[in-house]
């Protein structure tokens, strides 16, 4: 008689491990926009790639700024704003009437061009900050693990673990830089745009920061506006360059792979700018 084999053992599970989030495309469908009469952008259509970086370059009063405001619904707080065209994440317009404006600033989170810590409040509170404006609650121990986690991934956790009530306004301006950072991760966005987050910034504070973006992209998709073209060559895996004539609005003249757009522009205005020819 023949012995049966044993059954097979049961794949083990994991019921703890969080499923980690997807990355996300977002992407601009003819984005036109206005300030009361002033058209800023002409049908503007940019697809940013999941878990890449995408760098917005070209002359100031182009458009990039707004543009990237656009990206998650801050430039309908501005009065006389306008807007036509769709911002899709994941396939989905941000601006859908049944979409709330919270999910939007959840989902695509902003670090401006000025560090903006909440100087009253300490570092530990900076990085939890979010977390009140979006209604989330906490227990206290995982609120613990968070602050380490996005302090860790800002790329400042080192240097301030053993001051955590300190005061978040009294971090120089590179380490309040990398404080707005961690706490824009600590709500979990699926994208982070970053306006000029380095142009207040000296050249070690600016390295660190480029370096937290390089690694920020395995988890969360980049864009970022920048008017240092060194460093859109060092970041980023896709550059937009942008474009305004005298009184027309701005325009995408040329995207693609930054490697290619610097060494082998397809449109001559792009070649003169990134060889610092003007802008």
Same mark, same amino acid.
């Given at each position: 008689m023949t012995a049966l084999p044993p059954p097979p053992l049961p794949a083990p599970t994991s019921v703890d491990a969080p499923a980690p989030a997807s990355l996300a495309e977002l992407e601009a469908r003819e984005i036109t926009a206005w300030f009361g009469s002033h058209q800023v952008l002409d049908r503007v259509s940019l697809t940013m790639p999941a878990g890449g970086i995408t760098a917005l370059i070209g002359p100031s009063g182009c458009g990039k700024s707004t543009f990237l405001r656009i990206l998650n619904r801050m430039h309908e707080l501005v009065p006389s704003a306008k807007l036509a065209g769709e911002v899709l994440l994941d396939g989905e317009d941000i601006y859908d009437p049944g979409k709330r404006l919270i999910d939007a600033r959840r989902a695509i989170g902003m670090v401006f061009q000025k560090p903006n810590p909440f100087p009253a409040m300490s570092i530990r509170e900076n990085v939890l900050a979010g977390l009140k404006l979006t209604g989330t609650k906490m227990r206290k121990s995982d609120k613990a693990d968070l602050v380490e986690s996005c302090l860790t991934k800002g790329g400042l956790w080192n240097e301030v673990k053993d001051r955590l009530d300190a005061p978040g306004g009294g971090l120089s301006g590179g380490q309040q830089q990398r404080?707005?950072?961690?706490?824009?991760?600590?709500?979990?966005?699926?994208?982070?745009? &970053?306006? +000029?987050?380095?142009?207040?910034?000296d050249p070690t504070s600016t390295r660190v920061i480029e370096e937290t973006m390089v690694e920020l992209a395995q988890e969360v998709t980049i864009v970022i506006v920048t008017h240092n073209m060194q460093q859109a060559a060092r970041v980023s895996d896709q550059c937009a360059f942008f474009l305004a004539s005298h009184r027309t609005p701005g325009v995408i003249v040329e995207h693609g792979d930054t490697r290619a &757009?610097? +060494?082998?522009?397809?449109?001559s205005r792009t070649a003169d700018y990134v060889n610092g020819r003007f802008g």
């Open positions: 404080l707005c950072i961690a706490r824009s991760l600590a709500v979990r966005p699926r994208v982070l745009l &970053m306006d +000029e987050p380095c142009s207040a910034l &757009m610097f +060494e082998n522009p397809q449109d």
